[in-house]
């Protein structure tokens, strides 16, 4: 059974740094691209970055509003993707979801983790 959840989450000040944990389990994980999306209220769910499978040829993309503030990396071994928030801003504030996806298979999501920032 896959199984997806999300961790990190908080509240921080403007400014500040947070790092989101996603812990899989239930599936193949190296060999699955795993994203991170969030959504704030009354807003769609939007993609944040997507990191490929291990041995894809894709590459790391990231929304155009996070980038050079947020990094999303892997760790096969542990089965878990992460998201290292710097430069919170007010506008960050939103539920955090990861998910995994491969080829027809999934999405599959997590629960998500609140993250709010404080201006």
């Known amino acids: 059974q896959v199984r997806l959840v999300e961790s990190g989450g908080g509240l921080e000040q403007s400014g500040g740094s947070l790092r989101l944990s996603c812990a899989a389990s239930?599936?193949?994980?190296?060999?699955?691209?795993m994203s991170w999306h969030r959504q704030a209220p009354g807003q769609e769910r939007e993609l944040v970055a997507r990191?490929?499978?291990?041995?894809?040829?894709?590459?790391?993309t990231y929304a155009d509003s996070v980038k050079g503030r947020f990094t999303i990396s892997r760790d096969n071994a542990k089965n878990t993707v992460y998201l290292q928030m710097n430069s919170l801003k007010p506008e960050d504030t939103a539920m955090y979801y990861c998910?995994?996806?491969?080829?027809?298979?999934?999405?599959?999501w997590g629960q998500g983790t609140q993250v709010t920032v404080s201006s």
């Open positions: 239930g599936f193949t994980f190296s060999s699955a691209t």
């Open positions: 990191i490929p499978s291990t041995g894809d040829i894709g590459i790391i």
């Open positions: 998910s995994a996806v491969r080829g027809f298979w999934g999405p599959y």
